[in-house]
């Protein structure tokens, strides 16, 4: 063995490949660790590490400075704003993404998100377990305004996906020039103008950014119907809890939260009194054979480039 790779992705190579496989057959040993990229659990195992394929734990200088021999960060996924890539070009480490490789799976996880909160699906499952076959009136997406913030990969592709149900549709991301044949499809507007144009708001930009806090929901003239497949510091959880109580915020579905991977205590979105109207799924937008394959496959090919003195196809630039 020529040294460690070590896998902090909980599914990593839990689809069709064999991509422990690939990587051992290259002459690598790989060794497990939590997605939470605790210091203490990883420390042991970093001094040995050419290699590292990360989830979504945060890569900080002290990680870094546990791995002296660490070659490449290969991110399982296309986020890398927890990752300090400044640091690791210091250290001559080289940070890689897979972008486009989830993307279908993402964007279906939203629309299925969308619809189980705009029709209640689980509260209404929970209720009929109980004995309460009462209903109530919901909304239909045709007769919907819905904003979506960020018009990546994935936020078009949520935009393909809605587009299907006749919705009123406005896109919001400022590094997307005006003349983008996007806005030929949808109304071009921005996060500000979205508290008074829509009735829902689907949130696909970066980390690093609070889009919903207070002030937006103060501006907000509706109950709006939040989704959240993206980064959970995009918006501000006791804020949209407390909306949610007010009635300003109809519901929250969304794939993260401000807590996951921490044990410091739970987000004010768990409360139980929310439970009607808050969906949480464990960070599984993603996890699908061909979203697990495709982000194992590229973050492997980019692994064994980078150790084989190869450039691989996706680095990501250094800031």
């Not at 960060?73 to 993404?97: E, H, L, P, W």
């Not at 919901?138 to 949520?158: F, H, K, N, P, Y």
């Not at 497949?229 to 794939?255: C, F, K």
Request: charged share 20%.
């Amino acid at each position: 063995m020529t040294g460690t790779v070590v896998v902090t992705s909980r599914s990593f190579g839990s689809g069709a490949l064999d991509l422990e496989g690939r990587i051992t057959a290259a002459g690598y040993r790989v060794v497990r660790a939590g997605a939470g990229h605790d210091l203490d659990e990883l420390a042991p195992l970093l001094g040995d590490a050419v290699g590292w394929i990360a989830g979504t734990g945060a890569v900080t200088e002290r990680h870094l400075s546990l791995a002296p021999q660490l070659r490449v960060i290969a991110r399982y996924g296309v986020g890398y704003d927890k990752v300090d890539v400044a640091a690791a070009s210091r250290r001559g480490i080289v940070v890689t993404n897979t972008p486009g490789a989830n993307t279908n799976a993402v964007a279906e996880h939203t629309v299925a998100l969308l619809l189980a909160a705009l029709r209640g699906i689980p509260a209404a499952d929970r209720r009929v377990r109980h004995g309460d076959w009462s209903a109530w009136y919901t909304r239909e997406v045709s007769a919907l305004s819905i904003g979506v913030v960020g018009l990546g990969r994935i936020g078009r592709t949520v935009i393909d996906r809605l587009a299907g149900f006749g919705p009123r549709l406005l896109g919001a991301d400022p590094w997307v020039p005006a003349d983008d044949p996007l806005f030929d499809r949808i109304e071009r507007s921005d996060v500000a103008a979205f508290a008074t144009e829509c009735d829902v708001v689907t949130l696909h930009a970066p980390g690093g950014q609070t889009v919903v806090d207070d002030g937006w929901l103060a501006a907000s003239d509706r109950p709006v119907l939040l989704v959240n497949t993206a980064r959970a510091d995009l918006i501000s959880e006791p804020a949209v809890a407390e909306a949610l109580r007010s009635g300003r915020v109809m519901a929250y579905a969304a794939d993260t939260l401000a807590t996951e991977n921490h044990g410091d205590g739970a987000s004010p979105l768990l409360a139980d009194d929310l439970a009607d109207r808050v969906i949480i799924t464990p960070h599984l937008a993603a996890q699908t054979r061909e979203g697990v394959d495709g982000m194992g496959g590229m973050a492997t090919e980019n692994l064994l480039a980078v150790l084989k003195g190869r450039a691989p196809i996706n680095p990501v630039p250094v800031p």
